[in-house]
């Protein structure tokens, strides 16, 4: 026998019933067992599917139940993002390559922590084109470390989070959940995490929602959707704008894009094959060139953003302003050189849906990030540049470059995150006083560009 060509398999074969492939610690969802690892004091289990793969005759329908497994499922890695074209200048690249087949999501705990703990699920952002939970800097390992539990999950993209064609709405295979796929998805993984989270040691009466750009959007969406209402105890809107930045659009509107789309690929509305042929297209063609570069370049291609359906997505501001919506504390706020200027969607939206959701009495604390990391020659915190801050993950994000400030303000405003996963207040620790928001004072959180967090009138307001 040949030991030498053996050898690799041996090598397998004794890693897999070795104590330290074993070692790793063993959660029970409702479809099945996964084991995670352990590093530096951090348990973490990631690529854990929350819906079946959304392929073939899923491909735009709601998210379907996963198919139970027998024994342990390995869960020591991402799963894939979901399908999309990278945007080659995105502050957070991907660390998995897209994939059709993406729903899955990662949890991270403190090592032995005995009591239930607070469940921070992150949605990220992307215009709802681009995006994944496996970039290196949305890592929940941390926050924690701090006494947190950090969920992340992936939802559908472009064209396979967002379409409508008649004979989708004709079909109605899931009884009026269409169009808004990857809302879809993100319900489905804050149902899994409601259900699931227990056994992990996570406390699914305690979930704070938080999300940057489109998922701030997507935080305003589930405070709304009547599907999500009543299942966050906390939200976290960072540059998601009022609420309806995105939301330009109905079903009829997303039909007419979605039957543009299929024309270009040869496919008559008429055809009575037509979703069978789309169905049949391979991944990229579905994607075809489409991303936050190219949607906002040239000759806009068809595509819908999520939109106001009135069962998935509503009017946000309008159910805001009738007070039908989840009513949670509520950290919101962007940073100061955000998109669109001062008097833009992200600033002064930040501020309108603050005074929106204060009259509507709820406990709102209201932000600004101004802080610059000290290797950043440009003035001003430029959008998204806060993620990396409020994940306490600088050091990854810049480096060798990353600074003892960049540090502290790391530390501080994801010190102020978990105390808000805990309470529902950002105060304690060494942060300034932060006091709830009231329109006629206007005073909000500045973590300054100096390194210090400040409560002060609003720069752009303050006389």
Known sequence: MNLLRLAPLLALTAAACSPIAAAGPVA?????????TVDHGVVSWKGIPFAAPPVGELRWRAPQPVAPWQGVRDAADYGSDCMQKPFPSDAAPLGTPPAEDCLYLN????EGAKAKLPVVLWIYGGGFLNGGS???TYSGAELAQKGVMVVSFN???????TFAHPQLTKQDADKGLLGNYGTLDQIAALKWVRENIAAFGGDPGNITLIGESAGGVAVHMLLTSPLSRGMVQRAVIMSGSDGNSLIKSDMAKAEQMGTAFAAKKGIAASDPQALAKLRALPADEVVDNLNLETMFTGQRPPFSSPFSDGRIGVDMLQAYASGQFTKVPVMVGATSDDMDGPQGRMIKGARDVAATLTKAGVPVYAYRFSYVASSVDTPGAAHATDIPFFFDTQAIKYGRAVTARDDAMGDTISNALVAFARTGDPNGGKLPAWPRYDPAKDVIMDFGADGHARAVRDPLTAK
């Open 28 to 36: 029970a969802t409702k479809s099945g067992q996964v084991r995670g």
């Open 134 to 136: 496996s970039p290196p």
């Open 107 to 110: 949890v991270w705990k403190p």
């Open 155 to 161: 939802y559908r993209l472009a064209r396979f989070g």
